[in-house]
């Protein structure tokens, strides 16, 4: 199947910093990229659909301010969170689609494991 | 809204023994349902999915699934667990086959 790469896999930050993950489809260029936090043992929150060249469509309750998404090509999405705190310690995940068809899978990369000191 | 409910966050079966993972959802109009797997320090992986088409689907790796509108539920089994089977996995549901809904997870140990 298609491959879907997060980078970096793990990042230690100090409060107040800001940090940039990125999402890359490797073998597919992908039209919608989907971004995911998880906490321990709980699920995957979605937080923003991001769309090649066009603004991110937030969920409900995720700051915009807080959790930047920029997808910049159609290979590449980026979330930055900015002046990060301990409580935005998390797994983020992102996903990527070829397509918006229902029958076009969606690909998740390996995750981003975030700590805030 | 649609959501999903996985029923048991842990699960564990005697290798050979039937799994069965409980997943319940909830929407307002009929959703398009799916399974995924998540491996220690991996992505999530694509079960298999329910698109309205035939009600009992089958996945990669022997495991199917069975959507029940009047149960509300899609349930995931496999006749016989492999030690490989050992693993996180997650129900999901979408009206659209893009934004996803999670469940909580259900880990499955299999015993030997």
């Known amino acids: 199947g298609a491959v879907v790469s997060q980078h970096p896999s793990w990042v230690i930050c100090k409060s107040g910093t800001s940090v940039k993950i990125e999402c890359r489809s490797l073998d597919f260029q992908a039209t919608t990229m989907f971004w995911y936090r998880q906490f321990p043992k709980q699920s995957l929150m979605l937080m923003a659909t991001?769309?090649?060249?066009?603004?991110?469509?937030?969920e409900q309750g995720v700051e915009k301010d807080k959790f930047l998404i920029n997808h910049a090509s159609l290979t590449l999405s980026t979330l930055t969170v900015t002046s990060a705190h301990p409580e935005d310690s998390s797994f983020y995940i992102c996903?990527?689609?070829?397509?918006?068809?229902?029958?076009?899978?969606?690909?998740f990369g390996p995750g981003t494991r975030l700590t805030v000191l | 809204a649609q959501s999903v409910t996985q029923l048991g966050s842990h699960v564990s079966v005697s290798e050979g023994a039937l799994v069965l993972l409980r997943c319940n959802y909830s929407s307002s109009v009929p959703p398009y349902l799916f399974w995924y797997v998540q491996y220690p320090n991996q992505g999530l992986q694509l079960l298999l999915k329910y698109t309205s088409a035939a009600t009992l689907v089958k996945g990669i790796n022997g495991f199917e699934a069975e959507f029940k509108k009047s149960e509300t539920s899609f349930h995931l089994t496999k006749p016989s667990a492999h030690m490989s089977d050992a693993a996180e996995y997650f129900c999901?549901?979408?009206?659209?086959?893009?934004?996803?809904?999670f469940g909580t997870g259900t880990s499955l140990t299999v015993i030997p």
């Open positions: 991001s769309n090649e060249g066009s603004k991110a469509t937030y």
């Open positions: 999901a549901v979408s009206l659209t086959g893009n934004q996803f809904y």
């Open positions: 996903s990527a689609k070829p397509g918006l068809g229902v029958l076009d899978e969606q690909f």
